[in-house]
Protein backbone atom coordinates (compact mmCIF):
# COMPACT_ATOMS: atom_id res chain seq x y z
CA UNK A 1 0.00 0.00 0.00
CA UNK A 2 1.40 3.60 -1.21
CA UNK A 3 1.85 5.77 1.86
CA UNK A 4 1.06 9.78 0.95
CA UNK A 5 2.85 12.25 2.33
CA UNK A 6 0.62 13.56 4.36
CA UNK A 7 1.39 10.24 6.59
CA UNK A 8 -1.87 8.61 5.36
CA UNK A 9 -2.14 5.45 3.51
CA UNK A 10 -3.76 6.14 0.71
CA UNK A 11 -5.44 2.99 -0.25
CA UNK A 12 -7.47 3.21 3.19
CA UNK A 13 -8.12 6.87 2.43
CA UNK A 14 -9.76 5.95 -1.04
CA UNK A 15 -11.90 3.16 1.08
CA UNK A 16 -13.30 5.58 3.02
CA UNK A 17 -13.67 8.04 0.48
CA UNK A 18 -16.24 5.34 -1.81
CA UNK A 19 -18.01 4.80 1.34
CA UNK A 20 -18.69 8.41 2.01
CA UNK A 21 -19.57 8.98 -1.41
CA UNK A 22 -22.21 5.80 -1.36
CA UNK A 23 -23.84 7.58 1.78
CA UNK A 24 -24.06 10.94 0.50
CA UNK A 25 -25.92 9.37 -2.50
CA UNK A 26 -28.39 8.18 -0.30
CA UNK A 27 -26.84 4.74 0.22
CA UNK A 28 -26.74 2.80 -3.09
CA UNK A 29 -25.19 3.66 -6.16
CA UNK A 30 -24.32 2.23 -9.90
CA UNK A 31 -20.85 2.24 -10.44
CA UNK A 32 -20.35 4.51 -13.22
CA UNK A 33 -22.18 6.99 -10.55
CA UNK A 34 -19.27 6.75 -8.19
CA UNK A 35 -16.90 6.96 -11.42
CA UNK A 36 -17.86 10.68 -11.81
CA UNK A 37 -18.15 11.35 -8.43
CA UNK A 38 -14.06 11.07 -7.88
CA UNK A 39 -11.08 10.99 -9.98
CA UNK A 40 -10.08 7.28 -8.87
CA UNK A 41 -9.40 5.25 -11.72
CA UNK A 42 -12.48 2.89 -12.52
CA UNK A 43 -10.06 -0.04 -12.09
CA UNK A 44 -9.11 1.00 -8.66
CA UNK A 45 -12.99 1.92 -7.71
CA UNK A 46 -14.37 -1.45 -8.83
CA UNK A 47 -11.21 -3.92 -7.06
CA UNK A 48 -11.63 -1.84 -4.22
CA UNK A 49 -15.59 -2.40 -4.12
CA UNK A 50 -15.27 -6.36 -4.47
CA UNK A 51 -12.78 -6.27 -1.19
CA UNK A 52 -15.72 -4.29 0.63
CA UNK A 53 -18.23 -6.56 -0.98
CA UNK A 54 -16.13 -9.72 0.26
CA UNK A 55 -15.80 -8.13 3.83
CA UNK A 56 -19.28 -7.25 3.70
CA UNK A 57 -19.44 -3.63 4.02
CA UNK A 58 -20.49 -3.32 0.99
CA UNK A 59 -23.22 -5.34 -0.79
CA UNK A 60 -23.95 -5.75 -4.62
CA UNK A 61 -27.67 -5.81 -5.56
CA UNK A 62 -29.15 -7.63 -8.19
CA UNK A 63 -29.49 -4.46 -10.03
CA UNK A 64 -25.64 -4.24 -10.07
CA UNK A 65 -26.07 -0.82 -8.15
CA UNK A 66 -23.83 -1.04 -4.95
CA UNK A 67 -25.22 -0.40 -1.40
CA UNK A 68 -23.85 0.18 2.14
CA UNK A 69 -23.35 -3.54 4.06
CA UNK A 70 -24.79 -5.09 7.03
CA UNK A 71 -20.92 -4.96 8.53
CA UNK A 72 -21.84 -1.17 9.17
CA UNK A 73 -24.09 -1.55 11.11
CA UNK A 74 -22.00 -2.85 13.52
CA UNK A 75 -19.21 -0.42 13.46
CA UNK A 76 -22.23 2.67 13.07
CA UNK A 77 -23.69 1.39 16.36
CA UNK A 78 -20.41 1.02 18.46
CA UNK A 79 -19.97 5.20 16.97
CA UNK A 80 -23.22 6.37 18.18
CA UNK A 81 -22.60 4.91 21.47
CA UNK A 82 -19.29 6.68 21.98
CA UNK A 83 -21.24 9.63 20.94
CA UNK A 84 -23.36 9.22 23.64
CA UNK A 85 -21.17 8.62 26.34
CA UNK A 86 -18.61 11.61 25.31
CA UNK A 87 -21.93 13.43 25.44
CA UNK A 88 -22.90 12.95 29.14
CA UNK A 89 -20.87 14.92 31.28
CA UNK A 90 -22.47 17.79 29.05
CA UNK A 91 -25.98 16.21 29.07
CA UNK A 92 -25.61 15.98 32.81
CA UNK A 93 -24.45 19.68 33.30
CA UNK A 94 -27.22 20.45 31.81
CA UNK A 95 -29.72 19.26 33.67
CA UNK A 96 -27.77 20.09 36.67
CA UNK A 97 -28.29 24.10 35.99
CA UNK A 98 -31.74 23.71 34.26
CA UNK A 99 -33.44 21.20 36.10
CA UNK A 100 -34.81 19.94 32.88
CA UNK A 101 -34.29 16.25 30.89
CA UNK A 102 -31.33 16.83 28.44
CA UNK A 103 -31.08 15.11 25.12
CA UNK A 104 -28.66 14.39 22.24
CA UNK A 105 -30.44 13.22 19.14
CA UNK A 106 -28.26 12.61 15.49
CA UNK A 107 -29.91 11.90 11.87
CA UNK A 108 -30.08 8.73 10.79
CA UNK A 109 -31.68 7.26 7.74
CA UNK A 110 -34.06 10.48 7.93
CA UNK A 111 -35.35 10.08 11.01
CA UNK A 112 -33.74 11.34 14.27
CA UNK A 113 -32.63 8.68 16.71
CA UNK A 114 -32.15 9.55 20.30
CA UNK A 115 -28.66 8.16 21.49
CA UNK A 116 -28.09 9.31 25.03
CA UNK A 117 -30.43 11.40 27.88
CA UNK A 118 -29.76 12.25 31.35
CA UNK A 119 -33.67 12.81 33.02
CA UNK A 120 -35.04 15.85 35.28
CA UNK A 121 -35.25 15.03 38.89
CA UNK A 122 -38.42 16.58 38.77
CA UNK A 123 -41.33 13.54 39.37
CA UNK A 124 -43.26 15.63 36.41
CA UNK A 125 -40.83 15.61 33.54
CA UNK A 126 -40.37 14.86 29.34
CA UNK A 127 -39.00 11.29 29.20
CA UNK A 128 -37.81 9.77 25.77
CA UNK A 129 -35.76 6.15 25.91
CA UNK A 130 -32.59 5.76 24.09
CA UNK A 131 -33.00 4.21 20.87
CA UNK A 132 -36.42 5.76 20.05
CA UNK A 133 -36.68 6.97 16.37
CA UNK A 134 -38.90 9.85 15.73
CA UNK A 135 -39.95 12.17 13.23
CA UNK A 136 -37.52 15.21 12.11
CA UNK A 137 -40.30 17.91 11.32
CA UNK A 138 -42.09 17.59 14.92
CA UNK A 139 -39.42 17.34 17.18
CA UNK A 140 -36.69 20.20 18.72
CA UNK A 141 -33.97 18.27 17.85
CA UNK A 142 -35.24 16.74 14.69
CA UNK A 143 -36.24 20.66 13.51
CA UNK A 144 -32.42 21.61 14.75
CA UNK A 145 -31.04 18.95 12.62
CA UNK A 146 -32.89 19.41 9.20
CA UNK A 147 -31.60 23.21 9.83
CA UNK A 148 -28.00 22.18 9.15
CA UNK A 149 -29.30 21.05 5.19
CA UNK A 150 -30.54 22.33 2.37
CA UNK A 151 -34.12 22.98 2.01
CA UNK A 152 -34.29 20.31 -0.99
CA UNK A 153 -32.36 17.90 0.83
CA UNK A 154 -35.13 18.67 3.86
CA UNK A 155 -37.93 18.51 0.81
CA UNK A 156 -36.20 15.05 0.03
CA UNK A 157 -36.61 13.70 3.56
CA UNK A 158 -40.30 14.72 4.15
CA UNK A 159 -40.69 13.12 0.84
CA UNK A 160 -39.54 10.10 1.77
CA UNK A 161 -40.88 10.06 5.32
CA UNK A 162 -44.11 12.39 5.42
CA UNK A 163 -45.26 14.70 8.11
CA UNK A 164 -47.84 12.98 10.17
CA UNK A 165 -48.70 15.62 13.14
CA UNK A 166 -49.23 14.01 16.57
CA UNK A 167 -50.67 16.60 18.06
CA UNK A 168 -52.38 20.23 16.71
CA UNK A 169 -49.92 22.03 17.12
CA UNK A 170 -47.57 19.78 14.94
CA UNK A 171 -46.41 21.72 11.51
CA UNK A 172 -47.97 20.22 8.36
CA UNK A 173 -46.94 21.67 5.45
CA UNK A 174 -43.31 21.58 4.05
CA UNK A 175 -43.77 25.25 3.57
CA UNK A 176 -44.55 26.29 7.28
CA UNK A 177 -41.56 23.45 7.85
CA UNK A 178 -39.26 25.87 5.74
CA UNK A 179 -39.89 28.84 7.19
CA UNK A 180 -40.12 27.65 10.42
CA UNK A 181 -35.84 26.32 9.72
CA UNK A 182 -35.10 29.57 8.26
CA UNK A 183 -36.13 30.89 11.91
CA UNK A 184 -33.86 28.42 13.35
CA UNK A 185 -31.05 29.33 11.25
CA UNK A 186 -31.16 33.17 12.12
CA UNK A 187 -31.79 32.53 15.58
CA UNK A 188 -28.92 29.67 16.30
CA UNK A 189 -31.82 27.10 18.16
CA UNK A 190 -35.05 25.56 17.69
CA UNK A 191 -38.10 25.51 19.58
CA UNK A 192 -41.01 22.30 20.06
CA UNK A 193 -43.77 23.93 21.01
CA UNK A 194 -46.09 21.26 22.04
CA UNK A 195 -45.38 19.80 18.68
CA UNK A 196 -44.75 16.26 19.26
CA UNK A 197 -46.60 16.21 23.05
CA UNK A 198 -49.07 18.11 24.29
CA UNK A 199 -47.77 20.36 27.73
CA UNK A 200 -44.24 19.78 26.56
CA UNK A 201 -42.00 22.41 24.89
CA UNK A 202 -38.56 21.73 23.94
CA UNK A 203 -35.04 23.88 23.30
CA UNK A 204 -32.92 22.47 21.08
CA UNK A 205 -29.74 23.53 19.16
CA UNK A 206 -27.24 21.60 16.57
CA UNK A 207 -23.45 20.71 18.13
CA UNK A 208 -21.41 22.51 15.29
CA UNK A 209 -19.01 20.50 12.87
CA UNK A 210 -19.86 16.99 14.29
CA UNK A 211 -18.95 14.52 11.69
CA UNK A 212 -22.84 13.74 11.41
CA UNK A 213 -25.54 16.34 11.80
CA UNK A 214 -26.32 16.01 15.64
CA UNK A 215 -28.47 18.32 18.35
CA UNK A 216 -28.71 18.74 21.85
CA UNK A 217 -31.71 19.55 24.03
CA UNK A 218 -33.75 20.12 27.21
CA UNK A 219 -37.72 19.71 27.11
CA UNK A 220 -40.15 19.44 29.62
CA UNK A 221 -43.53 20.74 31.09
CA UNK A 222 -44.44 24.10 29.12
CA UNK A 223 -45.37 25.41 33.13
CA UNK A 224 -41.64 25.20 33.69
CA UNK A 225 -40.28 25.87 30.26
CA UNK A 226 -40.95 29.37 29.55
CA UNK A 227 -39.40 32.23 28.13
CA UNK A 228 -37.89 32.97 31.40
CA UNK A 229 -36.58 29.35 31.32
CA UNK A 230 -35.40 30.04 27.81
CA UNK A 231 -33.93 32.79 28.46
CA UNK A 232 -31.22 30.38 30.89
CA UNK A 233 -31.32 28.05 28.78
CA UNK A 234 -30.15 28.90 25.26
CA UNK A 235 -26.44 30.19 26.59
CA UNK A 236 -26.53 27.47 28.77
CA UNK A 237 -27.41 25.27 25.54
CA UNK A 238 -24.61 26.54 22.84
CA UNK A 239 -21.77 26.39 25.36
CA UNK A 240 -22.80 22.44 25.90
CA UNK A 241 -22.86 21.92 22.39
CA UNK A 242 -19.56 23.70 21.89
CA UNK A 243 -17.84 21.88 24.16
CA UNK A 244 -18.73 18.51 22.68
CA UNK A 245 -17.91 19.90 19.64
CA UNK A 246 -14.32 20.73 20.96
CA UNK A 247 -14.58 17.31 22.59
CA UNK A 248 -15.38 15.50 19.15
CA UNK A 249 -13.01 17.66 16.32
CA UNK A 250 -10.04 17.01 19.09
CA UNK A 251 -7.07 15.41 17.17
Do not use: W
Request: hydrophobic share 40%; charged share 25%.
Amino acid sequence: MAAKASGGVQSVERVFELLELITEAGGNVTLSELSSSTDLPLPTIHRLLRTLVSLGYIRQLPSRRYALGPRLIRLGEGATKQLGALAQPQLKSLVDQLGETANMAVLDDDMVIYIAQVPSPHSMRMFTEVGRRAHTHDTGVGKALLAQLDDDVVRGIIARQGMPRPTNKSIGTIEELLADLKLIRERGYSIDEEEQELGVRCFAMAVPNSPTPTAISVSGPVQRVDLAFSERAIPVLRRAAQVISDELNRN
